[in-house]
């Protein structure tokens, strides 16, 4: 199950987000929501529209222990960040 939300940047203008740049909208939204109902949530998966998943069968908890190993991740990491790359 999913929610499609249209995020006004606009509104950003104003108040305490009037400093950024309305691309960081979605990371004061994701923020505000886990502080909400999502609060009993374990994941918070963000895909971007171009972004593609190539292992469809592989548990999302397995894929972070995976990446955890490879790079060294601690436990206490609250989130993980990807730049884009060229796949050779």
């Known amino acids: 199950k999913f929610r499609y939300v249209v995020l ?3 509104a950003m ?3 305490r ?3 950024y ?3 960081w909208a979605k990371v004061f939204y994701f923020a505000e929501r886990l502080k909400t109902k ?3 949530c374990h994941w918070l998966l ?3 529209t171009d972004a593609f998943v190539r292992e469809v069968n ?3 908890p397995g894929f972070l222990r995976h990446l955890a190993r490879r790079y060294k991740i601690g436990a206490d990491v ?3 960040f990807a730049r884009e790359r060229i796949l050779e």
């Open 46 to 48: 963000y895909l971007d």
């Open 38 to 40: 999502l609060s009993t």
């Open 78 to 80: 609250g989130a993980i």
């Open 13 to 15: 203008k104003e108040g």
């Open 21 to 23: 740049h309305p691309n």
């Open 58 to 60: 592989l548990p999302l």
């Open 8 to 10: 006004n940047s606009s």
């Open 17 to 19: 987000l009037r400093d």
